[in-house]
Nanobody, 119 residues
């Protein structure tokens, strides 16, 4: 499985961005997916996650009410709609997926996309 993120960029505080994560390869192996972010000097943190059918969503408290995670399994793509962006949202955002290949648990990561929010 390969994950390719897109949609990052520079935006002013209060603005919006939508990140996309397209999955390629043995996508039937994918179960849950999520978005992580890592700011300079900080640990990578889980921002939001979504189960395979999209029935269970999870958000870190700091983005609740501002970010929305979704996925379109027909397109093998996951999204993160980010509204009311704040300077503290500045980070590299990574797409993550977990699943199984040959009965073994696997975790896959994208290359990351930079999101910069100016004040």
């Amino acid at each position: 499985v390969q994950l390719v993120e897109s949609g990052g960029g520079l935006v002013q505080a209060g603005g919006s961005l939508t990140l996309s994560c397209a999955a390629f390869g043995t996508t039937f192996s994918i179960a849950s997916m999520g978005w992580y972010r890592q700011a300079p000097g900080k640990q990578r943190e889980l921002v939001a996650s979504i189960t395979s059918g999209g029935g269970r969503l999870n958000y870190v408290d700091s983005v609740k009410g501002r970010f929305t995670i979704s996925r379109d399994n027909a397109k093998n793509t996951m999204y993160l709609q980010m509204n009311s962006l704040r300077p503290e949202d500045t980070a590299v955002y990574y797409c993550n997926a977990d699943g199984r290949e040959l009965l073994r648990p696997r975790v896959w990561w994208g290359q990351g996309t930079q999101v910069t929010v100016s004040s």
